[in-house]
């Protein structure tokens, strides 16, 4: 891991500054691209000797999956007495996060806890913080490591591709042509998903055929064309994996009022109250994720630890996170909170996220 001990240039200061002038005006502009629930964090926060301002920067603001994980945020934050504060783009886009990031800085908050548009994109001005003493932790979908301090991830990749492609191929009988309905081409966790679930599909699975994927870019409107259009454009297709929460909530609203309701299988990564309707009227029989707000809540306590100097992100390092318990980083400053709960008609109604 690299750690970046030296002042901003003035290049870099510069950049911040008009960075900063630049969400401002597009903030005024769309009136929708920045959230709150405190005024806005700068400065120590009070709760402790360390500074607990802490923002979440999820991909793009307006998606029920980061309300859930954010929420977990809040609620952890206000526990050991910190200030939480959300803000983000309006779309997703690998480079969107940028110029939040670069006001973050700006500001002086404590920590940033963000889920990547781009493994890439937003590594330098990650990196301006963290030289500014900002602890910076990535959930959800990771940047390169060197860009970050922690990783607090939902699962092993292996285990959530096999999850996702084990229920499709239970539905379809093990036989026929499927398709995969994924967030933005650049997302980091739904490329190494995918890359799991072809490895998986090609040794296990000989008599499924993976027809394309397709980019919905985490958007409603865009998710439900893609899935039509797969429709159209593959006949014969019996399945389709959407291993975004945005993904399969519009493939299934399009499936469910289609001539496929009941022909083609879905699955993926969803909310139990998202989907909960289309697993009663059967147009989805199962789908799995974990709790997302435990995923922000973790995330939350791994950047105080970061703060208080309890940890560093190198392996072996252990915290603990309020209610959740005891947690060890891994290698490559990773954290895993726990293996993606599977749902369908028996127990979706346990569950209320």
């Known amino acids: 891991m690299l750690f970046h001990n030296t002042r901003p240039?003035?290049?870099?200061?510069?950049?911040?500054?008009?960075?900063?002038?630049?969400?401002?005006?597009?903030?005024?502009?769309?009136?929708?691209?920045?959230?709150?629930s405190t005024p806005a964090a700068s400065g120590a926060a009070t709760g402790g000797s360390?500074?607990?301002?802490?923002?979440?920067?999820?991909?793009?603001?307006?998606?029920?999956?980061?309300?859930a994980s954010d929420?977990?945020?809040?609620?952890?934050?206000?526990?050991?007495?910190?200030?939480?504060?959300?803000?983000?783009?309006a779309t997703a886009s690998p480079d969107a996060q940028v110029s939040f990031i670069?006001?973050?800085?700006?500001?002086?908050?404590?920590?940033?806890?963000?889920?990547?548009?781009?493994?890439?994109?937003?590594?330098?001005?990650?990196?301006?913080?963290?030289?500014?003493?900002?602890?910076?932790?990535?959930f959800d979908s990771d940047t390169d490591p060197s860009y970050r301090d922690i990783f607090i991830n939902q699962a092993s990749p292996e285990g959530i591709a096999k999850s996702q492609v084990d229920q499709i191929a239970s539905q379809i009988g093990d036989t026929g042509e499927i398709a995969i309905l994924s967030a933005s081409a650049n997302a980091t966790n739904q490329n190494a998903w995918i890359d799991l679930m072809k490895a998986d599909l090609a040794k296990d699975h000989p008599n499924i055929k993976l027809d394309e994927v397709v980019y919905g870019d985490d958007d409603d409107q865009t998710s439900f064309d893609k899935t039509a259009a797969l429709l159209q454009s593959h006949p014969d297709l019996k399945g389709i994996i959407?291993?975004?929460?945005?993904?399969?909530?519009?493939?299934?609203?399009?499936?469910?009022?289609?001539?496929?309701k009941g022909k083609v299988a879905l699955t993926g990564l969803g909310t139990p109250n998202q989907m909960r309707a289309y697993i009663a009227d059967g147009t989805v029989t199962s789908f799995a994720l974990w709790n997302p707000a435990d995923l922000g809540y973790l995330a939350a306590y791994a950047d105080k630890a970061l703060i208080d100097g309890t940890i560093t992100g190198k392996s072996g390092d252990k915290f603990t996170a309020g209610k959740l318990g005891s947690f060890t980083v891994g290698d490559k400053g990773t954290v895993l909170l726990g293996d993606p709960t599977v749902f369908n008609k028996a127990n979706i109604d346990q569950f209320n996220f």
């Not at 500001?107 to 963290?130: H, M, W």
């Not at 959407?242 to 496929?260: C, D, E, H, K, W």
């Open 50 to 67: 360390g500074n607990y301002a802490i923002t979440f920067v999820p991909k793009n603001l307006g998606n029920a999956y980061f309300d």
């Open 9 to 36: 240039t003035r290049r870099a200061l510069r950049a911040g500054a008009i960075g900063a002038m630049a969400v401002s005006v597009a903030l005024v502009a769309a009136g929708c691209a920045t959230t709150s």
């Open 242 to 260: 959407s291993p975004t929460t945005v993904g399969i909530a519009a493939a299934a609203r399009y499936l469910s009022t289609s001539s496929s």
């Open 102 to 138: 670069n006001t973050l800085t700006q500001q002086q908050v404590g920590g940033i806890v963000i889920s990547a548009n781009d493994p890439k994109a937003i590594g330098d001005s990650l990196n301006e913080a963290r030289a500014a003493g900002i602890k910076v932790v990535t």
């Open 71 to 89: 929420k977990g945020g809040a609620a952890a934050i206000t526990e050991f007495g910190g200030k939480y504060s959300e803000v983000g783009p």
